[in-house]
C-alpha cells in the first residue's frame, strides 16, 4: 500500500510518500515541501501547488492519498490557505481516481506517538523512528505528511473491517427483510 | 468587458457571464448553477465543480473572473465547502491566465443596489433592472454571480485609476530621487 500524505498549506504543502501494510515495518519512498510564493495572487498559489502535487503523483503513483482535515477553529486567514490547498490536493487525487481519506491532526498525532495531544518534536521523533530515518524530516510541514501517510496505512485495516462489518449486516438485514 | 461571476459553492455554485462597460447598459450572456451531489465525496465533488466551470468558461471565453471573497466567521461546515469551491474556480482562471478579482458580498451589495446591507431579494431585484431580464434568475445563486460579475465591471474602471495613479506616483518619487 503507498500512501501519499498532504499536509495542507499554501505558502508550506508539505508531502511524503510511504509504503507498507499494518503490522509491518514502513518505508519512506519520498518527502518534501510544495512551497509558493506569499507575494503572488491567490490564483497562481493554487496553480503552483496543483503542479507540485501532480509531479509528485507522477513520480510517485500512490494508491492512496491522506489530507488533513482542516477546522475553522483556528486563524482565520490559515485556515482559508489551508482549506484551498487541500481542495487542489483532493481534486489532484480525484482527477486521476485515487481514493482520498481525511484525518484529524489529533488522529495523526494519536497514531504516530499514542497521544492525540502530542507536540511537533514528538511526532517528529516517532516519524524518524518509524521510518528508520537519520534525522526528523524538515520542515515539520513534510513531518507531518508522512506521519498522515503513516496514520492512514494503520488505520486502513481498522476501517475496511469496519465497512466489511456494515456491508455484511446490511446484507444480512436485506436478506431478513426480503425472506 | 466580458466578466465571469462566480459564487462559490459546492452544493449550489451560482456562475453568472455579463458583459459590458462602466457607464454604459450591460448585457446578460449567461447565468446558471453547478451542482454537485451532498452524497458524494469531497474528491468527486471539486472535480464535478472544476468540470463544470471549465465548461463555462470553454463556451463563454471571459476575459475576467470575479468570485466572492470568503470570510470564516460564518458555518463552519458551510464555509469550507464554500473555500474549496472558490480554490477551484480561482484555479481554473489561473491555468487560463484569466485574472481573478474577489469582491466581498457587501461590496457587491453596495454596488448593484446601493447598501451594503441589502437582502437576497433587492440584489435580485437590481440584477433583473440592470440586465433588463424578465425575472429575477433562480436560484439566488445564479443572480449572486451575476451581481458579482456586474460589480466587477462597475468596480474595474476606480480600480485601474487608483492602479495609475499609484503607478504615476511611484514614477514621479522614483524621479525625484534619481534627479
Redesign the interface.
Known amino acids: 500500500m503507498r500512501v501519499l500524505g498532504v499536509d495542507p498549506g499554501l505558502t508550506r504543502c508539505g508531502i511524503g510518500v510511504v509504503e507498507g501494510t499494518a503490522g509491518r515495518p514502513l518505508t519512506m519512498v519520498g518527502v518534501g515541501v510544495v512551497r509558493t510564493p506569499a507575494d503572488a495572487?491567490?490564483?497562481?498559489r493554487?496553480?503552483a501547488v496543483?503542479q507540485g502535487i501532480e509531479q509528485w503523483l507522477d513520480e510517485h503513483r500512490p494508491e492512496h492519498m491522506a489530507v488533513e482535515r482542516?477546522?475553522?477553529?483556528h486563524n482565520?486567514r490559515t485556515?482559508?490557505g489551508t482549506?484551498?490547498?487541500?481542495?487542489?490536493a483532493?481534486?489532484c487525487?480525484?482527477?486521476r481516481g485515487i481514493p482520498?481519506a481525511?484525518h484529524t491532526p489529533s488522529e495523526v498525532k494519536a497514531a504516530v506517538t499514542g497521544s492525540g495531544r502530542a507536540d511537533k518534536a514528538q511526532v517528529g521523533a516517532m516519524v524518524t523512528r518509524l521510518l528508520r530515518l537519520d534525522a526528523p524530516p524538515k520542515p515539520a510541514d513534510a513531518a507531518d505528511a508522512l506521519a498522515l501517510a503513516i496514520c492512514h496505512i494503520w488505520r486502513a485495516p481498522a476501517q475496511n473491517r469496519l465497512q466489511q462489518a456494515v456491508a455484511q449486516h446490511t446484507a444480512h438485514a436485506t436478506k431478513g427483510r426480503t425472506a
Not at 495572487?41 to 497562481?44: F, K, N, V
Not at 482542516?70 to 477553529?73: I, L
Not at 482549506?83 to 487542489?88: E, G
Open positions: 495572487d491567490l490564483g497562481h493554487l496553480l496543483e482542516v477546522f475553522s477553529q482565520v485556515v482559508m482549506a484551498q490547498a487541500s481542495a487542489v483532493m481534486l487525487a480525484a482527477r482520498v481525511l
